[in-house]
């Protein structure tokens, strides 16, 4: 019995099939749109929210870029190291230009090495009580690498200030990873740091090499509190100006707090889209009696049978509008790189919830097409 049932009901969806297979189409081709526009609009709300607590967090609005006369003996750390001393409590250097480090850990595989001083670590709560003992230096690895390192782990690797150039091995110990981690690299923008490992380096230890070689200037970053004060002590420096990060960060449209609540409404817009194409179809079926009736005689219709079918054909378009809207996503955010959250969750429960509703609320009234078909 419940096999005639069954055969019935997929009989009355590929009828539905026939009638209607250019509006389902199109409802399905938009649909899937609609979960990639959800998928996106949530991502920016989340990344821009998260970005905008992380810079509050740190008051970004202390951090300067100073730009200093390079060092006629080439030696950056003396230079950082005298500024230290005389700046005490005024304020701390969080970190200065240099040319990245790499690491050739698999083949044609470049890693990227960001050093974090120890006042950077703190500003960002990173490294807590960490400091360099027997088991090397405390690493961070990013998401994309935990296939290749394990937490607690230690691991010797070769880096170098070119990528075909190692030239030392250092020891680091796996002290967790980036997940949703955003800290400044490069001293004016709020990055992850995908495809790098973060190595806690609080006295300088590892090898530096400024981005300066072929410049006459370095920049250094600091965490200020007593402005007018630290200008005094820089003028006993070859400095060139001071600038305010903030200034930079926001000048960059993803950190505008107008964006924030703009792609809220981006979201809720999409969903109501969702909602009047899911009722626009259901209308659609409602008033296009002449061959709806027809396939409802053919299958001997009654009440519970109808919302059976209607039932099955809205969770065969839920599913695959949402399967293929994902997959889509998430393949675009691989191949370019992109911010990507965990959005699938909360996006198909939406979607199912709009589609739970809207059938029932809209099967309510439809006891006269019961009716017409007998």
């Known amino acids: 019995m419940g096999r005639d049932v069954m055969g019935k009901i997929i009989h009355f969806i590929y009828l539905i099939y026939k009638n209607f297979k250019r509006p389902l189409y199109y409802c399905t081709a938009v649909s899937i749109a609609l979960v990639v526009y959800l998928n996106f609009c949530l991502t920016q709300y989340k990344n821009l929210d998260h970005r905008l607590k992380v810079l509050e967090e740190v008051n970004y609005s202390n951090i300067y870029k100073v730009t200093f006369v390079k060092p006629k003996d080439n030696d950056y750390v003396k230079s950082i190291k005298e500024l230290n001393s005389k700046l005490k409590e005024n304020a701390v250097i969080l970190d200065f230009t240099r040319n990245p480090l790499y690491t050739t850990i698999k083949k044609d595989h470049i890693v990227v090495i960001q050093t974090v001083s120890g006042e950077k670590a703190s500003l960002f709560h990173i490294f807590e009580n960490r400091h360099i003992n027997d088991n090397g230096y405390s690493a961070i690895i990013s998401n994309d690498l935990k296939s290749d390192f394990k937490f607690g782990q ?103 707090l107008t964006l924030l609540p703009s792609y809220f409404r981006f979201l809720i817009l999409g969903i109501v889209i969702y909602i009047l194409l899911y009722v626009n179809l259901y209308i659609l079926f409602y008033f296009k009696k002449k061959n709806y009736i027809k396939t409802f005689s053919i299958c001997n219709l009654n009440r519970k049978f109808y919302i059976k079918c209607i039932g099955t054909a809205n969770v065969i378009q839920l599913f695959v509008s949402f399967i293929v809207g994902q997959t889509i996503w998430i393949l675009y955010c691989k191949f370019s790189q992109t911010f990507y959250t965990r959005n699938g969750l909360y996006i198909f429960i939406t979607l199912f919830m709009i589609h739970f509703c809207a059938f029932i609320i809209l099967n309510r009234g439809y006891s006269y097409i019961v009716r017409a078909s007998h």
Do not use: R
């Open 154 to 256: 230690n691991y010797t690797i070769p880096i170098g200030i070119y990528v075909n150039a190692a030239d030392q091995k250092v020891k680091i110990n796996i002290y967790g990873y980036s997940n949703d981690l955003l800290i400044f690299s490069g001293g004016d923008s709020l990055e992850a740091p995908d495809n790098q490992i973060l190595i806690y380096d609080p006295d300088n230890t590892l090898p530096v090499h400024t981005t300066s070689f072929f410049e006459p200037t370095f920049d250094v970053f600091l965490y200020i509190e007593n402005y007018n004060e630290v200008l005094n002590i820089l003028s006993q420096f070859d400095f060139i100006n001071i600038q305010k990060i903030k200034d930079n960060v926001d000048s960059f449209s993803d950190f505008k």
